[in-house]
């Protein structure tokens, strides 16, 4: 296999796809992941004249057989590399394989495979030594790949032409554990400081309209739980915040994970302050019917944060008192916000590495 070995424009969209079967009943769900993950990139080429007539002739002689892609999104720049070099420091929040190979991409599309014979922090070891100078280098991870869409291709003024290719990748990751705190076997989602926008969404019972058009409108509910959807958009700044979301949504396998969605909100307001021994908390009211917060889960937002349970609940006064297990901390103040249980309401989830500063996100939930 050859290396494609031509730099893309900063900005480039990765997707990730699953294919899930989702079983539902009325008062549950059950999802089955027919197959493995699928990761794709989609790269902008800018060439001159020399380099579309390369680009199109390696496309040529290749049209469905399988490349050698860098992933530009994870690469790093290195000012020297120099012959007998065993090591390269890079920054290795990325997807770096023992085993797998890396490229080192410098002059003019000039591109050396690099094989990996081992992961540290900070730095990849090879297998074989540098063989020539390589100056200001970018080293990327390099994934097999196909194109089965071909060149998109625009002409413009001055030589320039403008490339448009989606790469499919074969060797995708195998599903990591999770980056994130659990609570009760799932994850917690629990990064708000990614989020660049508030959650928004729906909620609403699913329903079906009875209505003749002459006689009164009947409503009938399709299941016996309330379905909220949610829209959470995160940008991620840094390799090691980026490297983290794309592992956990790997780990997630599309819609087949439930995790726990936390409002990020003062959904209710602390009476008083809390032992670490006592049994209950006490709160402002905020449902309507005490009965509404028995088996309701809770995130209490301390240093770690704290999950519960809510096993019963009493008036107190003015107050609402909700039991659970103790807290095991002392408790002056503290937020307290509600948890959902969502997993992903699509099998796609896009990645948009803006400019190659940052990492853009949408996700669309739904509560399970």
Avoid at 86 to 101: C, E, M, P, Q, S
Avoid at 104 to 112: N, P, S
Avoid at 189 to 218: E, H, K, R, Y
Avoid at 325 to 344: C, E, I, M, Q
Wanted: glycine fraction near 6%.
């Amino acid at each position: 296999m050859r290396i494609w070995p031509f730099t893309p424009l900063v900005s480039v969209t990765e997707t990730l796809t699953w294919n899930t079967n989702v079983l539902r009943s009325r008062t549950s769900e059950d999802a089955l992941s027919l197959r493995i993950p699928r990761q794709g990139f989609s790269y902008t080429f800018s060439f001159d004249n020399q380099q579309m007539a390369m680009a199109e002739g390696l496309y040529r002689a290749n049209p469905t057989g399988d490349w050698l892609l860098p992933v530009w999104p994870e690469r790093s720049l290195v000012a020297a590399l120099a012959p007998g070099d065993t090591a390269v420091a890079v920054n290795t929040a990325g997807d770096y394989r023992v085993g797998g190979r890396a490229v080192a991409l410098h002059g003019q599309d000039r591109a050396t495979e690099l094989e990996i014979a081992a992961v540290n922090s900070g730095s990849i070891d090879l297998v074989a030594p540098i063989a020539e100078n390589l100056l200001l280098a970018a080293v990327a991870p390099l994934r097999v790949g196909f194109c089965a869409a071909g060149m998109n291709i625009s002409r413009q003024y001055l030589g320039r032409t403008i490339v448009t290719m989606v790469f499919e990748i074969r060797d995708n990751l195998e599903l990591p554990k999770t980056p994130f705190s659990e609570y009760l076997g799932l994850d917690v989602l629990s990064d708000p400081s990614l989020t660049v926008q508030a959650l928004s969404g729906i909620v609403v019972m699913p329903t079906t309209v009875i209505d003749n058009g002459f006689g009164p409108v009947v409503l009938e509910s399709n299941r016996d739980i309330i379905r909220g959807r949610h829209n959470a958009q995160f940008i991620d700044a840094k390799p090691e915040t980026r490297w983290r979301r794309k592992k956990w949504l790997f780990h997630l396998n599309g819609r087949q994970r439930h995790f726990w969605l936390p409002t990020w909100a003062d959904d209710m307001q602390l009476a008083g302050s809390v032992s670490a021994l006592s049994n209950s908390i006490t709160v402002t009211p905020v449902l309507p019917n005490i009965s509404d917060y028995v088996g309701r889960h809770i995130m209490i937002e301390a240093a770690p944060a704290i999950f519960r349970q809510v096993t019963s609940a009493v008036v107190s006064g003015a107050n609402h008192r909700l039991y659970m297990s103790p807290l095991g901390v002392d408790l002056p103040t503290a937020r307290v916000g509600f948890l959902s249980k969502v997993r992903l309401d699509a099998d796609t989830v896009q990645i948009d590495h803006e400019a190659g500063m940052h990492s853009r996100t949408n996700l669309q939930l739904v509560e399970v």
